[in-house]
């Protein structure tokens, strides 16, 4: 299964610690005076809970432990941000063609503007081209590795990430990779990208709250289509609601009118709310077949994706009044308008994804040598907090997070209906 948002720009990113014996808080004092104004806006990232814990003992997961350096490493060479103590890879497609290379430089831009906001951290930030191929991302993990890197943010790519984990583990050195295929994830390797299962878990959470507990789904039959009906069908078995059908068409606008056809139905038989996730493109065409088979939006909730978080799908009139998930957008609004006045142009969406992985690798790196960033320390149940809002990583390599519910509102645009949570409850949220 490839990167269903392609890596660029896509709206489309459980287990407790056992044993602890300390942990502290980073906030937001260790920031330099600039990013103490940002954090004031509301534009800072990793300003809560920040829990960071030692191990009572090495007997966890190996992998991430800090302690890979046997040897004197390499001096770093070639694009470096920062000058601390603490190396960082940082692995990006530069030289890539297309929009997967246009993209490494923006990526990059927010990486610095993470240094930037942490200058009194002690990290350095080694910059490598992985060519967007797994060839060239094996030989920058393997040179990061020789460089002295205790911890590898990227690669964009799925493929890419792949190639990076197999180094990455036997030198006992964690990724923090961007890519959205969750077959990549795994011990060691976490993924700090928009997952859709974390919208899909929010959305069917509230709509059953509010009552719409029974739904069909109507998803496009490719990968993205199968990981969003897993968490249909997982969410709505937690939250006691009936998905009484389950439609999937084709990337053709003329397949779409028979599954269109046969959700229509099961509105007509009694369905409250349709989970219709896609990007606006399939929505453009999906919507007014619904309605022309009696689907009524004002009637019927509508429940959507972080895909329909964009200017284009909230213009889409089907749509009005329909609810999904995504991050409170204040944070990406001070993000990029501090990103903006400090680059010039426009940000891509997924800009904040090295930005919250650079300012937490910056803020981890004030723990002791060897335990900055084990195991235990990037999978504390307690979190962090970002642009995007809290997240935190799995012991499978993904990540949940606390997100938004938002309603489309009449002639385009978005509005919070109810809040990012501002902390995890146990295991789940």
Same mark, same amino acid.
């Not at 990779?177 to 011990?187: C, R």
């Not at 997982?234 to 606008?253: D, F, I, K, Q």
């Not at 040598?369 to 390599?397: K, W």
């Given at each position: 299964m490839g990167d269903w948002s392609s890596g660029?720009?896509?709206?489309?990113?459980?287990?407790?610690?056992?044993?602890?014996?300390?942990?502290?808080?980073?906030?937001?004092?260790?920031?330099?005076?600039?990013?103490?104004?940002?954090?004031?806006? *509301?534009?800072? /990232?990793?300003?809560?809970?920040? +829990?960071? #814990? %030692?191990? $009572?003992? &090495?007997?966890?997961n190996p992998i991430g432990t800090g302690t890979s350096q046997t040897a004197t490493p390499a001096a770093?060479?070639?694009?470096?941000?920062?000058?601390?103590?603490?190396?960082?890879?940082?692995?990006?497609?530069?030289?890539?063609?297309g929009n997967i290379g246009s993209i490494a430089g923006p990526?990059?831009?927010?990486?610095?503007?993470?240094?930037?906001?942490?200058?009194?951290?002690?990290?350095?930030?080694?910059?490598?081209?992985?060519? *967007?191929?797994? /060839?060239?991302?094996?030989?920058? +993990?393997? #040179? %990061?590795? $020789?460089? &002295?890197?205790?911890?590898?943010?990227?690669?964009?790519?799925?493929?890419?990430?792949?190639?990076?984990a197999p180094v990455a583990r036997a030198a006992n050195v964690?990724?923090?990779?961007?890519?959205?295929?969750?077959?990549?994830?795994?011990?060691?390797?976490y993924l700090l990208s928009f997952l859709p299962q974390n919208d899909i878990r929010r959305?069917?959470?509230?709509?059953s709250s509010q009552g719409r507990t029974t739904m069909a789904a109507l998803l496009p039959?490719?990968?993205?289509?199968?990981?969003?009906?897993? +968490?249909?069908?997982?969410?709505?078995?937690?939250?006691?609601?009936?998905?009484?059908?389950?439609?999937?068409?084709?990337?053709?606008?003329?397949?779409?009118?028979?599954?269109?056809?046969?959700?229509?139905?099961t509105v007509r038989a009694g369905a409250t709310a349709v989970v219709l996730p896609d990007g606006a493109g399939a929505l453009g065409t999906l919507g007014p077949l619904l309605q022309r088979n009696g689907v009524d939006p004002l009637q019927t909730k509508i429940l959507g994706s972080g895909q329909w978080d964009n200017p284009t799908s909230q213009r889409i009139p089907f749509l009005a009044g329909g609810w999904y998930a995504a991050p409170n957008p204040a944070g990406w609004t001070n993000f990029r308008s501090r990103y903006s006045s400090t680059f010039g142009g426009q940000p891509p969406r997924i800009a904040t994804i090295p930005y919250d992985a650079v300012s937490l690798a910056a803020a981890l790196s004030r723990?002791?040598?060897?335990?900055?960033?084990?195991?235990?320390?990037?999978?504390?149940?307690?979190?962090?907090?970002?642009?995007?809002?809290?997240?935190?990583?799995?012991?499978?390599?993904?990540?949940?997070?606390?997100?938004?519910?938002?309603?489309?509102?009449?002639?385009?645009?978005?509005?919070?209906?109810d809040p990012a949570p501002t902390r995890f409850a146990g295991a789940g949220f």
């Open positions: 660029v720009g896509g709206a489309v990113w459980q287990r407790a610690l056992s044993r602890m014996t300390a942990s502290f808080v980073i906030d937001f004092k260790t920031r330099t005076s600039r990013g103490l104004n940002a954090f004031r806006r *509301g534009a800072g /990232a990793i300003f809560l809970g920040l +829990a960071l #814990a %030692a191990c $009572t003992t &090495g007997s966890l770093p060479s070639g694009d470096l941000i920062g000058a601390g103590g603490v190396k960082v890879a940082l692995l990006l497609p530069a030289s890539a063609g990526l990059r831009n927010a990486a610095q503007l993470a240094v930037q906001d942490f200058q009194t951290a002690n990290i350095q930030l080694i910059v490598k081209d992985t060519q *967007g191929t797994p /060839a060239g991302a094996t030989a920058a +993990a393997e #040179a %990061a590795v $020789t460089e &002295g890197a205790e911890l590898i943010v990227g690669p964009l790519l799925g493929s890419s990430v792949s190639a990076v964690p990724v923090i990779a961007f890519s959205t295929d969750t077959t990549v994830a795994g011990p060691g390797v959305i069917v959470s509230y709509a039959d490719n990968g993205y289509g199968v990981v969003v009906g897993n +968490a249909v069908s997982e969410a709505a078995a937690a939250r006691g609601v009936n998905v009484t059908s389950v439609e999937r068409y084709p990337a053709n606008a003329a397949g779409m009118a028979t599954p269109a056809q046969g959700t229509a139905a723990g002791r040598p060897g335990q900055r960033y084990t195991t235990s320390v990037l999978t504390n149940p307690s979190g962090f907090a970002g642009v995007d809002g809290i997240f935190r990583f799995t012991r499978d390599g993904l990540n949940q997070r606390g997100l938004a519910v938002l309603e489309v509102t009449p002639g385009g645009g978005a509005r919070v209906i």
